[in-house]
């Protein structure tokens, strides 16, 4: 099993920046591959980024692609979504997904790839 708390969230201006965190628990962190999606009113779930076990290769949506960074510290079981450049059509909750992962790192971009979720975190920007 796999516990996700994410943290962060908040209301911002266009242009601004936020930082959300998700602490993991249950696993060996370095086995436990990462991503975040969000999920807009009226909209689909939708692939933001993820981080690849052990060696931390990252992939991003071409949505956020320059904009958000997700990096990972293995010392505190923490994975970051840094958030710049936010525009209104980021508003959304964010959710933290996670799947033990015991093959060679790859990425996962699939919401049906996640075995385990956050409670999310509401991410509004203003224009």
């Known amino acids: 099993q796999v516990q996700l708390v994410e943290s962060g969230g908040g209301l911002v201006q266009a242009g601004g920046s936020l930082r959300l965190s998700c602490a993991v628990s249950g696993r060996t962190f370095s086995s436990v591959a990462l991503g975040w999606f969000r999920q807009a009113p009226g909209k689909e779930r939708e692939f933001v980024a993820t981080?690849?076990?052990?060696?931390?290769?990252?992939y991003y949506a071409n949505s956020v692609k320059g904009r958000f960074t997700i990096s990972r510290d293995n010392a505190k079981n923490t994975v970051y979504l840094q958030m710049n450049s936010l525009k209104p059509e980021d508003t959304a909750v964010y959710y933290c997904a996670g799947r033990i992962d015991s093959g060679l790192p790859r990425v996962w971009v699939f919401s049906s790839d996640y075995n385990y979720w956050g409670q999310g975190t509401q991410v509004t920007v203003s224009s």
């Open positions: 981080i690849t076990r052990s060696i931390s290769n990252t």
